[in-house]
């Protein structure tokens, strides 16, 4: 497609429940990266995958974490027995070349309530 | 470890110019980034400065010193549309992941 499409746009879960966020990368693009943004702050980064590997998942949170990117495209986001800290934007962006920037979605809105 | 810092807040005036500052420390350096970031949307591309120096790009600049791991933004003629967050992003050498600041919000006044 034209752009990095994620869905759904905002999600509202109770706490406890399990959430998936898709990610669909632009065509071609062979870096995934996943980021949580929380209200007022930068993007801080989850994970990140080149092709269907997935070379660094440092920046997830806890084992409630989980993300993958079986076929090299789209990549989901898991995110199991949510709690409210959870509550965050999730973006994700894509990239053709390790050098280049990146091309962000326009972001999964979760609310855990 | 990587640390960048920006200001959290600026206020300008329509037609003004602002700069925006970015310092970082990094163990790994290979490049850093300006995105922009209207509330309640994606952050979009603006600038990529690896070497020293300033980049031109229309209204918006970028400069770096990778010897004093400084950067800035500046933007003139100012406009109400770019009142919005920037975002300094420093990319690490050694995984190529890029790290970003909080932000700046800036304010536009008319």
């Known amino acids: 497609g034209a752009g990095v499409s994620q869905s759904p746009r905002y999600k509202v879960a109770k706490r406890g429940q399990d959430v998936a966020l898709r990610c669909d990368p632009i065509?071609?693009?062979?870096?995934l990266f996943w980021y949580q943004q929380a209200l007022g702050q930068g993007p801080e980064f989850l994970t990140y995958?080149?092709?269907?590997?997935?070379?660094?998942k440092s920046g997830l949170p806890s084992d409630r974490f989980f993300a993958e990117r079986p076929e090299g495209s789209v990549s989901t986001l898991k995110i199991q027995r949510t709690q409210q800290e959870d509550s965050a934007v999730y973006l994700c962006?894509?990239?053709?070349?390790?050098?280049?920037?990146?091309?962000f979605g326009s972001g999964t809105r979760l609310t855990v309530v | 470890g990587q640390n960048i810092d920006q200001p959290t807040e600026m206020t300008a005036t329509e037609g003004a110019i602002v700069q925006i500052n970015c310092t970082y420390q990094?163990?790994?350096?290979?490049?850093l980034f300006w995105y922009q970031q209207h509330a309640g949307e994606a952050p979009t591309f603006l600038s990529y400065?690896?070497?020293?120096g300033l980049e031109e790009k229309g209204r918006f600049s970028s400069f770096l010193s990778r010897s004093k791991g400084y950067s800035y933004l500046l933007l003139k003629e100012l406009q109400m549309k770019d009142s919005a967050s920037y975002l300094c992003?420093?990319?690490?050498?050694?995984?190529?992941?890029?790290?970003f600041g909080k932000g700046t919000r800036l304010h536009i006044l008319p």
């Open positions: 065509s071609g693009h062979v870096s």
């Open positions: 962006a894509s990239s053709f070349r390790r050098n280049n920037g990146y091309t």
């Open positions: 400065n690896v070497l020293d």
């Open positions: 995958f080149q092709n269907e590997a997935q070379l660094d």
């Open positions: 990094t163990s790994g350096f290979n490049g």
């Open positions: 992003a420093v990319r690490d050498s050694r995984d190529d992941k890029i790290i």
